[in-house]
C-alpha cells in the first residue's frame, strides 16, 4: 500500500488538564494517485489526522507509512495547503514557488523553470511578478496549490483549502484542482467539512464521527463530478 495508517491514536490534554481523545484507532489506506476526501464535523479531528500524516505531530499509538517509511517528521515531501495560503508578502509570486526549492539547493534557473510549469498549471502565468496582496483569494490559494506541488510532494495534504472563498471561486478551483490531478497524478488527501465539496472531488470518501474520532465509514462515490450529489451518500451520511 502506497500509504498506510493502522491503529492511529491521539490524545490531546485540554485547558482542565483532562485527556481528550481525539482520533481512536484509525486505519486508512491510500493508494498511489488516489484523490481521498475526509469529512466530518467541525472538531472530530480530520486537521489533527492531516497534520500527522504531513508529519507535524506524532500519534500515541499506531503507525503511519508512505511508500514503506514510517512517518516521524515534517517534509516537503508531504506538503500541507491550508485554508489561510500562508504566502510570504515580501516575496513576489514566483519567488513563493520557488522558495522551498531554493531551500533545497536547487539552482535558481532549475528552481524558475519548474515554478513556471506549475504556475502555468494554475494558471498564473501572467501573474509570476505580482506580489501576494495584489492576488485574490483564489489566486492566493493557487500560488499555495503551485509552492506545493512544485516540491512533487509524495501526497498533497489539503486542509479545507478552499473553505474561506466564496462559492463560484471554490468551483472554478474544484475543476483546475481535478485537471492538476489528473495531469499530475499526485496522491491527494482533502479535508472539508462540507460534504458537498468531498462528493465533487473525489471517489473515495471517508467520513469520520464526532467524538471520539473515528472513522464512521467509507464511501466509494459514482463518479458524478457533476456536483450532483448522489442520494446513497445522503442517506449514509446524515444519519
Ligand atoms: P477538525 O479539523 O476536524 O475541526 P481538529 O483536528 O482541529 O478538528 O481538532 C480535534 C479536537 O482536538 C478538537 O476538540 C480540538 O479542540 C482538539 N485539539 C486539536 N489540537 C489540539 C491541541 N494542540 N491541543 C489541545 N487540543 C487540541
Ligand atoms: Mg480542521
Redesign the pocket.
Known sequence: MYLSLEGIEKN???KQNKR?L?LDNIDLEVEKGEFVSIV????????????LIAGL?KPDKGNIEVQGKKIDKPSPERVVVFQEAGLFPWLTVLENVTYGLLLKKMSKQEAEERARKVLKMVHLSRYVDSYPHQLSGGMKQRVSIARALVMEPEVLLM??PFSALDEQTRMVLHRELLEIWRETKVTIIF?T?NIREAVQLSEKIVV?AT?P?RIKELINVPVTKDGIMPDSVTLHTEQ
Open positions: 490531546f490534554t485540554n481528550l481525539v466530518g464535523p467541525s472538531g472530530c479531528g480530520k486537521s489533527t489526522l492531516l497534520y505531530d486542509d479545507e479535508v467539512h469520520m467524538r474520532g
